[in-house]
């Protein structure tokens, strides 16, 4: 009796210490992400790129109350629907010109509820404390994730709701609980709201449940009964998805009498980046000469027409955009593009450089943990190789950009966790003998 209180006290004690470090990884992650929207002045109204659109599209929308497609292309309305909430309470109080900042700092939380997700993640994958609190530091001290609530790009938003969605999924992996379900469906419509690709989840929520169920069921259970209630699991995840993305499918569909689930970048995107980077602008010429709902028909058309002529062209060059992948970028940033970038490299380089240090232990740990001995559960490792490997082949169709990978860095980031994690709970038990 005596040793049972003394073994629920020490794991009290342990549970405690664990909320401690959190805290205090918490509280230094939002101490970085205050400092470098100090040290980092931003003005979107005047910015071409997809933050100044974003912007301007939000202010209008809070002044006018209606959400305006992007005159080049149909884009995912999260971010916009976001930043123009809390410009509409900037407008209310008065201090519009605060808006930017308003819409920075409420980031700061988005990213403080990414950090305590990350962790329940890590935790709940690992069965191991000092795998969430290690992934918890990953979230909170890269240079990229500390630098992400003083721009205004959708990966923000992407990246919180897709860890919910991992979260809720392990969640019911443990409990059972069936609203866990619908809640992680609902997680990851948002998630696809904010950038598209995630609607292809549902794909990888179907291996993901398959498998589990398949482990988990009875033997003598048939496997007509498995699937039936794998399926049932999976319309659950599904309904919850579609509750959030149909209505907006249903807004595309009326505005343009054709169907756009989301958006119209994937298509155009495939295009332009399939054909001849020398016809780039004449091809951005003739998509803007046409109507907004032929735009996305058009591109999909033309790059079936340059697959069929040569269905090896996704992959010409890829071996040199796999390798442009594999860097360290804030280094590459610091010491080649030192005029590309508007961040203050001088004055962010111990913590960028301290960053690149902490991404090559946590890629190098994770790649180990991704093809070690499986901890996890055979479920879960697939659902994560299955990111791992679409992330990693849109880019490298497509084109890298630094913000593009981050889905890829944080999963292997989670396995590096993983992986240190449970080196330190063996080191420490050698210790304790």
């Given amino acids: 009796m005596a040793t049972q209180i003394n073994n629920k006290h020490a794991v009290q004690r342990s549970d405690r210490r664990d909320l401690l470090w959190l805290a205090v990884i918490v509280l230094i992650g939002v101490i970085l992400r205050l400092w470098m929207i100090w040290i980092t002045p931003l003005d979107p109204r005047f910015s071409n790129a997809d933050d100044g659109d974003s912007y301007r599209r939000a202010l209008q929308m809070a002044v006018t109350g209606q959400y305006i497609d992007d005159f080049w292309l149909i884009r995912p309305p999260l971010q916009v629907w976001f930043y123009a909430g809390w410009l509409k309470i900037a407008l209310i109080l008065g201090i519009l010109q605060s808006g930017v900042l308003i819409i920075q700092l409420a980031q700061v939380v988005v990213a403080i509820i990414t950090i305590l997700v990350g962790y329940a993640i890590a935790w709940r994958l690992f069965q191991c404390s000092l795998s969430g609190l290690l992934f918890a530091a990953f979230l909170a001290f890269w240079y990229p994730f500390v630098e992400q609530p003083s721009v205004l790009y959708s990966e923000l938003i992407y990246l919180a709701l897709f860890c919910i969605h991992v979260w809720l999924l392990l969640r019911f992996d443990q409990t059972g609980a069936w609203p866990d379900l619908v809640l992680s469906g609902v997680a990851l419509g948002a998630a696809a709201l904010a950038r598209s690709p995630a609607l292809y989840s549902l794909a990888f929520v179907a291996v993901w449940v398959v498998v589990r169920n398949w482990q988990t069921s009875e033997q003598d259970q048939q496997p007509i009964v498995r699937l039936r209630n794998a399926l049932a699991i999976w319309v659950l995840i599904a ?195």
């Fill in 239 to 433: 309904v919850g998805c579609l509750m959030v993305v149909l209505p907006w499918t249903m807004r595309n569909y009326a505005l343009y009498h054709t169907i756009i689930p989301i958006d119209t970048l994937g298509q155009v995107n495939l295009w332009l980046d399939l054909d001849k980077s020398s016809l780039r602008n004449e091809h951005i010429t003739t998509l803007r000469g046409m109507p907004q709902a032929e735009r996305a028909g058009y591109a999909l058309a033309r790059s079936r027409e340059l697959l069929a002529a040569n269905p090896f062209r996704p992959f010409e060059g890829m071996w040199s955009t796999f390798r442009h992948i594999w860097k360290a970028y804030f280094i590459e940033d610091f010491f080649v593009k030192q005029s590309f970038f508007t961040r203050p490299l001088r004055e962010t380089a111990w913590l960028g450089l301290a960053g690149d240090a902490i991404w090559l232990i946590f890629v190098m740990a994770g790649l180990a943990g991704l093809s070690g001995r499986l901890r996890e559960g055979l479920h879960a490792r697939l659902f994560m190789l299955a990111w791992l490997g679409y992330s990693l082949v849109t880019v490298l169709i497509f084109h890298v950009e630094p913000r593009y990978l981050y889905p890829l860095w944080m999963l292997i980031g989670l396995y590096g966790a993983g992986t240190l994690g449970n080196v330190g709970k063996q080191g420490r038990s050698w210790f304790q003998r």
